[in-house]
């Protein structure tokens, strides 16, 4: 199985400041530097480095070069990203003394995908290929019923949560991994037994996968429900955790793992990932994922 990831590349420019700066305040930073981020570019390599075939389809400006070369070191297929965007998305952060950070996002070129890119990628994948999205990039509603049409199976994780999600078409969604905040914008619901059954109501064939942080997960489908508990690490950084828990999951749920295994590679994947800094740098890879499990 083929997995196409048609998901947000962005360039995280990371700034150190004694503080967040304030209305009409100049402030200097104390550092500067430069990463390669995006929840697509982010699953993409989690992907990868869980042993999964991945595509990478996507936007960049020529800015963003260096983000193909990311991919392509972490065996990522990049023959569909695109290079003509005016800028490449990206981020700002800055990230004061006490470790708190603030984000302002520009979608850029991962707003202008245009529906000939998309028709063009579509046109490589078919039946029981799965197509992963977010919702870091513009006309998601015509990519799910164009890879519907095709025949793909849709996992979808829903983030950032806005209209766009909620006006989306649930009933063409196979695998849905979210969080408790999303899943309660999505359904209007508080508890999880509520929230699960709002979901399974919008499509039969649907499969949830809820993440609950330290709480671990639940997976539920109509047939099925499965949780993994988290498992205890001493985390430094979290920020990758759930875009490595996602690729992990889902490459094997493509190798046809049964469920309760795919969640536990996933939780371990994670657990590896939040003890080291960075984004997409900590993802493990899928030997030190199974060494992992022998301990």
Same mark, same amino acid.
Request: net charge negative; glycine share 8%; hydrophobic share 40%.
């Given at each position: 199985?083929?997995?196409?990831?048609?998901?947000?590349?962005?360039?995280?420019? +990371?700034?150190?400041?004694?503080?967040?700066?304030?209305?009409?305040?100049?402030?200097?930073?104390?550092?500067?530097?430069?990463?390669?981020?995006?929840?697509?570019?982010?699953?993409?390599?989690?992907?990868?480095?869980?042993?999964?075939?991945?595509?990478?389809?996507?936007?960049?400006?020529?800015?963003?070069?260096?983000?193909?070369?990311?991919?392509?070191?972490?065996?990522?297929? +990049?023959?569909?990203?695109?290079?003509?965007?005016?800028?490449?998305?990206?981020?700002?952060?800055?990230?004061?003394?006490?470790?708190?950070?603030?984000?302002?996002?520009?979608?850029?070129?991962?707003?202008?995908?245009?529906?000939?890119?998309?028709?063009?990628?579509?046109?490589?994948?078919?039946?029981?290929?799965?197509?992963?999205?977010?919702?870091?990039?513009?006309?998601?509603?015509?990519?799910?019923?164009?890879?519907?049409?095709?025949?793909?199976?849709?996992?979808?994780?829903?983030?950032?949560?806005?209209?766009?999600?909620?006006?989306?078409?649930?009933?063409?969604?196979?695998?849905?991994?979210?969080?408790?905040?999303?899943?309660?914008?999505?359904?209007?619901?508080?508890?999880?037994?509520?929230?699960?059954?709002?979901?399974?109501?919008?499509?039969?064939?649907?499969?949830?996968?809820?993440?609950?942080?330290?709480?671990?997960?639940?997976?539920?489908?109509?047939?099925?429900?499965?949780?993994?508990?988290?498992?205890?690490?001493?985390? +430094?950084?979290?920020?990758?955790?759930?875009?490595?828990?996602?690729?992990?999951?889902? *490459?094997?749920?493509?190798?046809?793992?049964?469920?309760?295994?795919?969640?536990?590679?996933?939780?371990?994947?994670?657990?590896?990932?939040?003890?080291?800094?960075?984004?997409?740098? *900590?993802?493990?890879?899928?030997?030190?994922?199974?060494?992992?499990?022998?301990?």
């Amino acid at each position: 199985m083929k997995i196409l990831n048609f998901g947000s590349l962005n360039i995280d420019k +990371v700034y150190s400041v004694p503080h967040f700066v304030s209305a009409g305040e100049t402030l200097s930073s104390t550092n500067y530097e430069e990463f390669p981020g995006g929840k697509g570019l982010n699953q993409s390599i989690a992907l990868a480095k869980a042993g999964a075939q991945v595509y990478h389809g996507g936007n960049i400006g020529k800015d963003g070069l260096f983000l193909k070369e990311v991919l392509a070191e972490a065996n990522v297929n +990049v023959d569909w990203i695109c290079e003509n965007g005016n800028t490449t998305g990206h981020a700002i952060i800055q990230v004061s003394a006490s470790g708190e950070n603030c984000i302002l996002l520009l979608g850029g070129a991962n707003k202008e995908i245009t529906i000939n890119h998309i028709n063009q990628v579509l046109a490589n994948f078919s039946q029981n290929d799965l197509l992963l999205l977010q919702n870091e990039i513009n006309d998601l509603a015509y990519i799910v019923e164009t890879a519907h049409k095709r025949g793909l199976k849709i996992a979808l994780n829903p983030s950032p949560i806005d209209e766009t999600i909620t006006n989306l078409d649930f009933s063409k969604i196979d695998y849905l991994i979210l969080n408790e905040i999303e899943a309660k914008a999505i359904t209007n619901e508080h508890t999880n037994d509520k929230i699960f059954q709002k979901l399974l109501s919008l499509n039969k064939q649907l499969k949830v996968v809820l993440t609950l942080g330290n709480e671990g997960v639940i997976y539920k489908d109509s047939l099925e429900e499965h949780r993994q508990a988290a498992f205890k690490v001493d985390a +430094v950084d979290t920020t990758a955790a759930g875009d490595t828990f996602l690729g992990y999951f889902l *490459s094997q749920v493509s190798q046809q793992a049964e469920i309760k295994h795919a969640l536990q590679m996933a939780a371990k994947a994670a657990a590896i990932a939040v003890t080291r800094k960075g984004a997409s740098s *900590s993802i493990p890879n899928l030997q030190e994922v199974m060494t992992f499990t022998k301990k």
